[in-house]
C-alpha cells in the first residue's frame, strides 16, 4: 500500500499539466480562445496567456486522492492476483486472474478518485470560474448536491474496468517476455509499463470523453440536452453525438496517449522499486533476527 501510494502520487503530480491539456482537448465545443491543434501548442498557450502555474490548478486535491486510491489499487490488485493465479493456474501466471483482479482493483481506486476528478476537471476547464479547491467543493456541493461528486462514476467504472483489464494483461504479458524471472529489472518496468498504458488509453478514449463531458457538465453540450443536467453513461454518449458526431468520442486521443505512456511508465517503475525496497528490508531484518 505504501509503494502503491507513492507511485500514485508521483505519476499523477509529474503528468498533470498533460492532464489539463487532455481536459480542455476533450471539450466538445470549446471556446475559439481553447482551440488546439496539439499537445505541446496547448501547454505553451496556456501558460502565455494564463500562466505558468495555470496548468497545475487543482494539484492538490488530485495528490490527496491519488495517494488512498493507488494503495487500495496495487493492495487488492496484488492480493486478488495471487489468489486467483493459485486457483486458475496453480504455480503460474494466469491472465484471467491478471485481468479480474486489475477489475476489482479499479472498483476501490474510482470509488476514492472519482470526487477528485470531479473537481480537477472543473478547475482545469478553460475559464473556470474556479482558483481554489474549496471553491469548487462548495458550490458543487450547493448547486448540484453531493451525487454531483458520484455522476460519472458508472461511465468511470465502465471506462475503467476495460482499461485496466487490458492494461493489466498486456502488463503481466510484456513482463513474461522481457522479465521472466520476475526480478527487480527497471527497463522492463518501464517498457511495459508504457506500452501497457499506451494499448489500453488508445482503446478506452470515447469513455474518457463521455466520463469528461459528466465530470465538467460543459455549458455548451448542457444547451444541447433539455435536462439540464447530463446523467449516465447512455445521456452522455447521446450527447456527445448530436453535439460533434463520430469523431468526437476520439477528442484529445494524442494528449491522452501521450499523458498515459510516461503516466503508466512511472506507477509501475516507482512501485515495482518501492517494492522491492520495502521487500527486501523485511527479509534483511528476517535474517538478522
Known sequence: MVAGAVAGILEHCV??????????????????????????????????????????????VTATGAGPAHALYFACYEKLKKTLSDVIHPGGNSHIANGAAGCVATLLHDAAMNPAEVIKQRMQMYNSPYHRVTDCVRAVWQNEGAGAFYRSYTTQLTMNVPFQAIHFMTYEFLQ???????????????????????????????????KTLLNTQESLALNSNVTGHITGMASAFRTVYQVGGVTAYFRGVQARVIYQIPSTAIAWSVYEFFKYLITRRQEERRAGK
Open 15 to 60: 503528468m498533470y499539466p498533460i492532464d489539463c491539456v487532455k481536459t480542455r482537448m476533450q471539450s466538445l465545443q470549446p471556446d475559439p480562445a481553447a482551440r488546439y491543434r496539439n499537445v505541446l501548442e496547448a501547454l505553451w498557450r496556456i501558460i502565455r496567456t494564463e500562466g505558468l502555474w495555470r496548468p497545475m490548478r487543482g494539484l492538490n
Open 176 to 210: 513474461e517476455h522481457f522479465n521472466p524471472q520476475r526480478r527487480y529489472n527497471p527497463g522492463s518496468h518501464v517498457l511495459s509499463g508504457a506500452c501497457a498504458g499506451a494499448v489500453a488509453a488508445a482503446a478506452t478514449t470515447p469513455l474518457d470523453v463521455c
